[in-house]
């Protein structure tokens, strides 16, 4: 599924991921897609002062090869359930 929206992405259009984060994990990772549909995504940063939206921006950016900029957390802000939106590069 992530790499059909990455495919997505890099050919002009943009894509909205429905994200459930685990912050204060171990390690920060894009895992599995869970029954929802949203994708696990597991942050080293906790939930204060935004620093685990940053993380999880970062890892979205890297991973989709966008810049940092062109990520945007439409929905779920201050929640574990976000709504993402990734604009092509």
Known sequence: MLTEMKKKLH???KIVIKVR???KSSKHEI??????GSVKIKLRSAPEQSKANEELIELLSDFFEVSYQHIMII???TA????VEIHPG
Do not use: F, H, T, Y
């Not at 895992?31 to 929802?36: C, E, F, K, P, R």
């Not at 574990?80 to 709504?83: A, C, D, E, M």
């Open 11 to 13: 050919n002009g259009e």
């Open 75 to 77: 929905s779920g802000e």
């Open 31 to 36: 895992g599995d897609i869970m029954a929802d």
């Open 21 to 23: 984060v685990v912050p």
């Open 80 to 83: 574990r359930l976000k709504l």
